[in-house]
């Protein structure tokens, strides 16, 4: 049975709370059509992209939403999914304007940099957060605020680590770099999918 | 049928045990769970909802099992938990359009006519709202749907009068349809006095009694003696009292009051302190 | 229909509705075959128990004072039938009175005229 009511209050979230998000999405993408910044300037606003599941459930956890969503007829392992579709489609937003303004900008030269942009776009939005989420269902944002910063951290200095270097040709000095997209892209959305079963599990068993 | 059934429910917890509950809400009534804070009555409205997980017993909502029949148990049980959980960004128009993607009978003309009956605002955030403002909006949204079995804990709460009355009018003619019922709990008992039609009382996570509200007026009375009286009244038929320098007031069966006691009324909120003071 | 509830009076809700019903059916207020209000709507508006409604409109069927037409409601009985029934009960009340005052008279205990009562009833069904 299909419950898009909950979609639909979590894009009501985030047109009112994810403003400022969506704002620095959009200069970001917006400068680097603009300047002829390092390729990878459209890379850094996936950071929030990926961000976006944790921080949506922050937000349930804070206004008890979370606790209401028992007493309606839609099931834990539809919550959980539901956060995680929300993440992918995120995503997916965020990786056709990405490819449009890249386009746009000329920055996109080979199909390795497009590779490359790829990987890291997916490590930041589906890795990043396939990593964070069962620990948030398990124990909740609040607990695991730590992780999230960390995490945060992370992300950010792995993002300025990469720009000093372009990327496509770190790429093409792999070996097998179209062997090694073609494993990794499917990889890192199997590794979503399995996280998502896991918060499943974690979450069926925890009691608010 | 029995709207909602509890058999043996148990719950444990470190430092507080729910023991044993039985419970039976026939289809058409209301019961009323009375208990103070900290008895156990989110805790068992929690436990019907499989929002928490039971140690012991069995649950049946119309019938079928309770655990086996949700999540889609739960599209003919409206809910009112002490919170009402809806994001603070939400407004009631924001609300309507989330419960139409969720809820199979979702009425939004329903929906608009209860908020104009309790004066909710349409357009205003959540968080923007009045504490009771809130609650009728969560009241309003637990009854659009609608369910055959009400769930509420503690809904006035926070309610100054009117609203008060307003929604203990709503829960009456909830119950109009003799295929609804209600279980409702409160720690304010004189809501409750008019309009259960069964009480059960909590305390300290022990069903103390279960019975129609009628008979507990027939069936109790409260005895105003002197202390000597008191005294030579037999032990187990003194359910609870009273002891004042000047004299005392026991809780009995009226069958048990000796000739020539008077016996004056009991109300419901009286009985209860008197059978939890003396379960301590 | 009138009917006024005291919640600080002694007797029972149920027992007021009663008698304040019977007393309107008695006296043609209420007229024979009018229909009553359904129980589950006359607690409601009253603000009361279905259950307290019920057990005054089960009295009042006990008495003979309302008939129920299943899938229909409740009516109230035809008169003849309910003045008959208020006749014979004053009826009854008067002889037993004398039987009172005649057993007083000889020294014949309660229980002696209760245990005829109940051999010849027994005897009548």
């Known amino acids: 049975m299909k419950k898009t009511g909950l979609l639909i209050k ?21 400068v680097s059509v603009v300047g002829s910044q390092s390729d990878y300037y459209t890379v850094f606003p996936c950071l929030l992209v990926g961000l976006m599941p944790a921080t949506l459930l922050s937000y349930d956890e804070r206004e008890k939403w979370d606790v209401y969503a028992q007493t ?64 948030f269902f398990r124990f909740g944002v609040e607990k695991g605020r730590i992780l999230l910063f960390a995490m945060t951290g992370l992300m950010t200095l792995g993002l300025l680590a990469l720009t000093r270097a372009p990327l496509g040709a770190l790429m ?37 | 049928m029995n709207a909602l059934e509890l058999k043996s429910v148990t719950k444990h917890y470190r430092d507080f045990t729910l023991d044993s509950i039985d419970l039976a809400l026939p289809s058409g009534a209301i019961l009323g769970l009375v208990g103070e804070n900290g008895a156990g009555k989110t805790t068992t409205i929690k436990l019907i909802l499989d929002m928490l997980r039971r140690d012991g017993g069995t649950i049946t ?55 104009g009956r309790l004066n909710v605002p349409e357009n205003k955030a959540f968080k923007e709202l009045s504490l009771g ?58 809501d409750l006095e008019k309009l259960c039609d069964y009480i059960a009382f909590l305390h300290r996570g022990r069903l103390l009694l279960c019975e129609e509200k009628d008979r507990l007026h027939e069936e109790y009375g409260i005895v105003r003696c002197s202390l000597d009286e008191l005294r030579a009244l037999p032990e187990g038929a003194v359910l609870g009292r009273r002891t004042t320098p000047y004299g005392a007031e026991a809780l009995m069966r009226r069958g048990d009051v000796p000739a020539g006691l008077a016996v004056g009324a ?7 302190i008197f059978m939890a003071k003396e379960e301590a | 229909m009138d009917i006024r509830i005291d919640n600080r009076s002694a007797l ?27 129980i589950r709507s006359l607690a409601k508006d009253l603000r009361i128990s279905v259950i307290t409604t019920k057990r005054a409109y089960d009295e009042l069927e006990r008495e003979g004072l309302l008939y129920t037409v299943p899938g229909k409601g409740c009516f ?45 009833m027994e005897e009548t069904e």
């Open chain 2, 133 to 190: 403002m809130k609650k009728k909006l969560g009241l309003a949204a637990a009854l659009a749907h609608r369910p055959k079995l009400l769930l509420l804990d503690e809904p006035m709460s926070g309610l100054d009068p009117i609203a008060r009355d307003e929604v203990l009018e709503l829960f009456s003619d909830f119950t109009r349809d003799e295929e609804h019922a209600i279980l409702i709990s409160s720690h304010i008992v004189s």
């Open chain 3, 76 to 120: 109230v009985a035809p008169k003849n039938a309910v003045l008959m029934r208020e006749e014979n009960l004053r009826a009854i009340e008067a002889h037993v009175e004398e039987i009172a005052r005649l057993a007083a008279t000889c020294g014949v205990s309660r229980d002696e005229v209760t245990e005829m009562i109940r051999l010849i």
């Open chain 2, 61 to 115: 909502l119309f019938g079928r099992d309770a655990r086996e029949s949700y999540p889609l148990a739960r599209e003919d049980v409206g809910v009112m938990l002490d919170e009402v959980g809806f994001s603070a960004c939400l407004t009631a128009r924001n609300i309507a359009r989330i419960m139409r993607g969720i809820f199979r009978n979702w009425d939004d003309a329903a929906f608009a006519a209860l908020l």
């Open chain 2, 266 to 272: 009991v109300d419901i909120e009286q009985l209860f």
């Open chain 1, 72 to 135: 309606l007829p839609v099931s834990r392992a539809q919550f959980v999914g539901e956060k995680y579709l929300m993440g992918a489609l995120c995503l997916a937003g965020f990786l056709v304007l990405q490819l449009l303004v890249s386009f746009l900008s000329g920055a996109v030269r080979s199909g390795a940099d497009l590779a490359a942009l790829l990987l890291v776009d997916l490590a930041l939005g589906l890795l990043a957060p396939a990593v964070m989420l069962p620990f």
């Open chain 1, 172 to 208: 093409l000095r792999l070996p097998s770099p179209k062997l090694l997209t073609a494993v990794a892209v499917p990889g890192i959305v199997a590794l979503y999918a399995l996280s998502c079963l896991l918060s499943i599990r974690l979450y069926r068993d925890r009691e608010l």
């Open chain 3, 12 to 38: 029972p809700i149920y027992d007021q509705i009663f008698t304040q019903l019977k007393a309107q059916i008695v006296s043609g207020a209420l007229p024979a075959d009018a229909a009553l209000p359904s």
């Open chain 1, 10 to 30: 979590d894009f009501f979230l985030l047109a009112k709370y994810c403003r400022s998000f969506l704002l620095i999405i959009a200069i970001f993408l917006g």
